[in-house]
């Protein structure tokens, strides 16, 4: 029996109700389809505005979804899915949610 593939949209909304915004969703998305990749490739894979594209990867490494190199260009790497879970569920459990 064949595996069924989680569409994009599935995934999205599986973040976004973890507390991650659309951008957030998309770029680690984008991440998780790659090995590592620069901002101005993953602006090209997600699809989110390239002005956008720093600040989304610097709200994902603070919430230790994403990885940065000290290389230049820098790359960014999405942190394995089973770990991001666990951070963002502790972190969904300190905030309180209006």
């Known amino acids: 029996m064949a595996?069924?593939?989680p569409s994009t949209t599935m995934i999205?909304?599986?973040l976004k109700s973890l507390g991650l915004t659309k951008y957030e969703s998309l770029v680690y998305?984008?991440?998780l389809q790659v090995d590592g990749a620069t901002a101005t490739e993953i602006h090209e894979i997600s699809g989110v505005p390239r002005a956008?594209?720093?600040p989304v990867l610097d709200k994902l490494s603070k919430k230790q979804l994403v990885n940065?190199?000290?290389t230049s260009p820098k790359r960014f790497a999405a942190t394995p899915p089973d770990e991001p879970s666990t951070a963002l569920l502790r972190a969904s459990l300190r905030?309180?949610?209006r």
């Open 12 to 14: 999205q909304e599986h």
């Open 3 to 5: 595996k069924t593939v």
């Open 52 to 54: 956008s594209v720093y």
């Open 68 to 70: 940065v190199t000290t």
């Open 29 to 31: 998305i984008a991440l």
């Open 95 to 97: 905030t309180p949610r």
